[in-house]
Structure formats: C-alpha cells, structure tokens
C-alpha cells in the first residue's frame, strides 16, 4: 500500500484533517520522458504548417512565436504531397529549412507523419488503398483519414514516408519527436473484403477452432452457427455481442499494428532520444487505448471543449484518463485557441478560460500544451477555426492570453521538473465493459461515462487526487480503487482484484459489475460473477428504473435512479449498508448496498446509481474507511487543486473555476511561485491560477 511512501500517514476523516505535509520520500517516477532534456519542464506550443504559407512568412511566424513563449511546433502531419510529391520523389528540403528556422527562435519540432492524409496521386493510381464504408461506397478523395488502415499497399506506402523522414529527421537536434498519424483516422475501418479476410484470421488465431468460438459466442442461439471461417461477417449494427467485443478487439489490433508498422520504421533510423507519441482523443471509444499508448514513449490528447465551457470535472477525468494510459505524466498535443468550427455552437471560451484550462492540464499531469492552430490556412475544411494569428498574418486578441499563459510556464517551469500526480485512489476504466454496456444497455438512460464521472467527482472533490487505470493494472499503491461498472470481470481479472484485496486493498463495485465474461457472455454466476464468495453476497435480480427508488441506511437516504440491484447477503459477515424503500414491490426493504471485509482488505458493493447526495456519503465513507488523506485540505467549492510531486517538494495548482472571487488558506505557507513570494492564503478571481510550491519536509 502506498502508506510506504509517505513520511507519514494520517488516517482519519478527509473533511478535518490537513495533511499538505505529507511529503513523499521518493518521487513517483524515475525519469519523466515527457519532459525533454534541454528544455523547460513544461512547454507551450502550437500546429503549425509552414507548407501553407510562402517561404518568406515563416521568419514572422517564428518570432510571433518566440515573443510568446511558445517553444514547440508540431509539424507536417499533412503535408504528404508537399513531402512526395509523385510517387517515390521526396522533397524535405523545405521542412529542413522549417526547422531550421524554428531552432533560430528557440523552438523544437515534432513532426507529424502524414498518414491521415494520403495525397491524390496515391489514391488515384491505388484506389484500394481508399476505405469503403459500411454503406458499401468507396470513400472520395478530399477528405482526411480516407485511407483503409488494414490495406497492405497503403501500409506500405506509410511505411516509406515514415522511412524517408526517418531518414531526414531521425538524427536532426531540433526534432525532439514524432507523432504517428493524427487522430488515427478517429478509427474508421474499411469494410471491404481484405478486412473481413484479416478479421477472420484473426478470430481463427484466437479461436484456434471453429467448435470454440461457437461454444464461447453461444452460436447455436438464431442458428448462428458458422462452419466455416469464411462464413463470419463484420458486424454492421445489432448483432452477437461476442462477435461485436471481438470486432472493437480487432479494431484496436488493426490501429495498433498500423502505428507499429511506422513505429518499427522511424525507430530504425531515428536517436533513441526522439520520443514516439500519438494523439488520442479522450474519451474516444473507437479502439481500446491501453494495447495503442503499450509502445508509444508517452500518451497525447487532443482537448477540446466545442460547445459551451468547460467543465473541469470532466476535463480532469479525460486528462486522468490519459495520464492512466501509460500510468505517466502525457502531452496536450492540441487545444482549442478560443473557438473550434466543428461543434453545433463554436462559442469562444471565455477570456481566462483556456489560461485555466492550460494550468489544470499542467496540474494533471501535461508537460506540454499546444494550441491547434498557429494560423488558419487561407481555404481548406477549416478555414474559421480558432488560430492565435488571423489571416492577416497578425496576432488575434487571444493571442496575448496564450503569451501569457506560455510566459508563466516559461517562470514557474522549473518547479515542475521531474514531478507527477500521485494518488491513493483509482478509478478503473475497461474499454471491453464499456462497449459491453454499449451494446445492451438495457436503458437508454444507462451511460456508464456519466456513471465514472458520478464516481470520479465525488471521490477527487475529497481525496483531490485521483487516477484512472487500466483494470488490469498493478493496484499496490492504491488503497482505494472503484470499479463504477466493471460489466466483463473474467476469472483472471478476478483473481487480480483479489490479490488486491487480499492484501489490504478496499474494492468498491459499481451496479453491472461482474456479470460477463471476456468473451461478452454472461456468466454463469450471478453477479459479481468470480467476486460473488467474496463478497459474501450477490445479486438477485437487476431494474431498469422507470422511476427513482428511495434509499436509506449508514450514509442517509437518497434516491437510486436508473438502476437497481436487488442485493442478497450469504453470509452473515456481510454487512448491508444501505436498503431501497417503496418502489416496484421487489425491491422494497431489499440491500442496495453491502460490504465485507475479505483478507487485511474489503470489498464493497454498490447496486444502483446513486444521486449526488448519496454519491458524496458513499465517497466519504470508502475514503475514511480505507485511510485515504486528501492532497491538499479543505478548499472552497469551485476551485479544483491539483498536486504534482517530485523528490523533496510537491507543487499545488489552484484554479477558481467558479464565477467569484474565493479566497484559499494554504495549510501552512508556500511559495506562491507565479509571485515569487511566499504566503499562507491566496485569492483567486473567476479563472484566477496560482502556483504553490511546497518544499516542507
Ligand atoms: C483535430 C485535428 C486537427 C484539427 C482540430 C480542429 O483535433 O487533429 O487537425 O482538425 O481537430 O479542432
């Protein structure tokens, strides 16, 4: 347990205690790739595309940017035909000379490769090379990510590009790293007949025999029964749900493979030191993030609000979930300069907004923003997307609060060398039971997204640092980690869960939990499947809610909404902690909730949704319950505190993201880095950021 790392540990109730002292004794990682030698410890940067503009612009761009502060491009990741421009004549000349310029202003590249976009004359000469959708239409040309990840000829020509700017770049001093790809063609897979050949022998890899997969897929159910590989389709809508598991498990392998394959040619030309990322998107479900981020040095994300604002609740959870990826600190490749132009509303955010939102990325874990894009180009899909530089080639007003914002980073970017996020408290997320819920929600109103956020705000608001991981994940640090809703929970997975508890860990399972198995069929237990001895308890029967359910016991009353789990106890060391009340006849008088210590550990289940009232006790409690101590202490409502540490000091963001003025007392007195002074409280204005260093020992 992570009690070890701590000088020492108070366990007690997270609302009295103030516990910023607990410094730890040793810093969370041994190195930081994220951050690269040489530069700022946290770095500021923009998309830039040199190939859009004439030669003689780029000297202007450069030192718009260096008076700004922003010390990374991001470049070429579209300028295939700029870089080809027929087939097998390269032409890098000019990008060398970009980058060149760049360094002049104190500014590295990562250079993108230009994937997402396959120029005309490929997919003209090779039109398999173009993806055809579900519909049965070959994808035109004029788009992006209109090429077929799983076609062999365009891997092939992937692999050259990446090759020739391998060759170019891989030893250039002033290419810092490479993104594969942008977006990953947001994991659009061609349905032609190549894919469903590759599909096929994929399912017969893992299958080995037809007989297996029609047992695990339970084919004799509408006569789905397939005699022969060749038989299987790729699923379009409605159809068997192991057939579909299998087929986001394929196109996770499809998008993994494809990055590999440029992965595999830039790390044969290019220095160890050039870093290898990907820009991922979230909470993007297309592919499972977990096997994609496996071989990239470190994790991406693209962060954008569209409409409306942000919600800082929820952008910590995608920054979390990021960071959880690689279970290290990660990059905001691209953020949005005020405004987008795809969202139903392209509002600008408000002045102060993303100077905010760019701390509370640094705060979770970022080591690097950048915003899309430097300047729009003068036509293009995007010509009225937000940009730092209009088309006059001067900087718009948002311009000045990114120089700001990169000018603080630039001040403070010391206290943020080698220092990372560290929790007591994780959050699983599966990709597998999320689609699994997907696929039979059962209501529609079940979002098992909202579900994790429920969880998730209730839990950061008390312990303030929290991380989001992989199931399969190493737990031994934790001492709480919940599971919202661990829909596909098979035997392995169960007996990693619980060694955890076994060995002191507090388990908490949300409704749904433990009721497939990784083949998407249903156990043959109850729920929580392989947890049910455990538990000492399972579930009877569930409820698609048609209206809220009261509930009362040890954390209070409040309504179930949604969904409910008729719970019942098999043993009597299982302690019921909360029970419904008038509702469907079934459910009435009968556990919700229930507990049971098992091992040095517990675990504990929770059978509904539970409104905030109950979420916040239900937090509380498994906080208290299992010895978490807060980050950082008791904070007004509406300003989020981040902590990040590194050997001998931990550093404190503080963001008001409430529309008033709040006041913030330190525990004891810190460095208030972004004033250079050190002070004991410290005032935040609506958006209002500060830095506080803490070197306490
Ligand atoms: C994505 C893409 C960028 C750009 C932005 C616009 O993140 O990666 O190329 O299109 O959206 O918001």
């Not at 604002?309 to 290290?328: E, I, M």
């Not at 996020?421 to 039971?433: H, I, K, N």
């Amino acid at each position: 347990m992570c009690r070890s790392l701590f000088l020492r540990a108070i366990a007690c109730s997270v609302f009295i205690v103030v516990t910023a002292s607990i410094a730890p004794s040793a810093p969370p990682q041994a190195s930081i790739p994220t951050q690269i030698p040489g530069q700022n410890a946290i770095l500021m940067g923009a998309a830039w595309y040199p190939e859009q503009w004439p030669e003689s612009r780029w000297e202007e761009d450069l030192r718009l940017m260096e008076a700004a502060d922003l010390k990374v491009v991001r470049i070429a990741e579209f300028a295939w035909s700029r870089m080809e421009p027929s087939q097998g004549h390269y032409d890098f000349d000019w990008l060398e000379r970009a980058i060149e310029l760049a360094a002049k202003h104190h500014i590295v590249s990562v250079l993108g490769t230009p994937t997402a976009t396959p120029p005309a004359w490929l997919t003209q000469k090779y039109p398999d090379t173009l993806r055809i959708e579900a519909d049965g239409q070959r994808v035109t040309h004029g788009n992006r990510a209109h090429a077929s990840a799983s076609s062999p000829r365009y891997r092939e020509f992937c692999r050259r590009i990446a090759e020739q700017m391998a060759l170019r770049f891989g030893h250039n001093p002033n290419v810092v790293g490479w993104q594969i790809d942008n977006e990953y063609g947001y994991a659009q897979m061609s349905y032609d007949d190549v894919t469903r050949r590759q599909f096929q022998d994929w399912l017969q890899a893992k299958y080995k025999t037809l007989n297996n997969l029609n047992a695990r897929w339970t084919t004799s159910y509408w006569s789905q029964t397939y005699d022969n590989w060749e038989e299987i389709p790729i699923p379009v809508g409605a159809h068997n749900p192991g057939l579909m598991l299998d087929w986001k498990r394929f196109v996770t392998y499809t998008w993994t493979s494809y990055q590999q394959n440029q992965i595999d040619t830039i790390r044969q030309h290019a220095e160890a030191r050039q870093f290898i990322t990907g820009n991922l998107m979230g909470f993007f479900d297309g592919f499972d993030h977990y096997p994609i981020t496996a071989p990239l040095t470190f994790a991406s994300w693209d962060d954008y609000v569209g409409t409306g604002h942000v919600d800082p609740a929820y952008n910590g959870l995608s920054h979390d979930l990021t960071r959880g990826f690689k279970r290290q600190n990660f990059w905001v490749m691209e953020t949005q300069p005020g405004a987008v132009n795809w969202s139903s509303l392209n509002n600008f955010l408000n002045r102060g907004e993303a100077r905010a939102m760019a701390w509370q990325a640094i705060g979770h874990g970022a080591d690097d923003v950048n915003y899309w894009q430097w300047r729009s180009a003068l036509n293009g899909q995007e010509e009225i997307h937000g940009v730092l530089v209009g088309p006059d080639g001067t900087p718009v007003p948002f311009y000045n609060e990114v120089a700001q914002t990169a000018h603080e980073f630039a001040k403070v970017e010391s206290a943020f060398r080698d220092t990372a996020p560290l929790s007591e408290v994780a959050l699983l997320y599966s990709y597998d039971s999320h689609w699994a819920i997907q696929f039979q929600k059962h209501t529609e109103k079940y979002d098992d997204l909202a579900l994790l956020k429920s969880y998730y705000s209730a839990l950061r608001h008390l312990s303030q640092s929290l991380d989001v991981v992989s199931p399969y994940s190493s737990l031994e640090n934790y001492k709480l980690v919940a599971a919202p809703s661990l829909n596909v929970l098979p035997k392995d997975l169960a007996d990693h869960l619980l060694e955890y508890v076994r060995n002191g860990g507090h388990l908490v399972l949300g409704p749904r939990s433990g009721m497939k198995d990784e083949f998407n069929a249903l156990l043959p237990q109850r729920q929580p499947g392989y947890l049910v001895d455990a538990l000492g308890a399972r579930v009877e029967q569930y409820y698609a809610l048609e209206k809220d359910v009261p509930l009362a016991g040890a954390w209070g009353e409040g309504q179930a909404a949604i969904w409910a789990e008729q719970l019942g106890s098999l043993t009597p060391g299982t302690e019921v902690l909360m029970k419904y009340g008038k509702s469907n006849g079934w459910l009435d008088g009968q556990p919700a909730i229930v507990t049971r210590p098992f091992g040095k550990g517990r675990i504990t289940y929770i059978g509904a949704v539970l409104d905030d009232k109950l979420m916040a006790a239900a937090a509380d409690w498994a906080l208290q319950k299992s010895g978490v101590t807060p980050a950082f202490g008791p904070l007004p409502d509406g300003v989020e505190v981040t902590r990040r540490v590194g050997p001998g000091k931990q550093v404190f963001i503080l963001i008001n993201f409430s529309q008033g003025n709040l006041r913030v007392n330190l525990p004891h007195t810190m460095n208030l880095a972004l004033d250079g002074t050190p002070a004991a409280r410290v005032d935040l204005p609506p958006y209002g950021v500060s830095v506080a260093v803490d070197t306490r020992q």
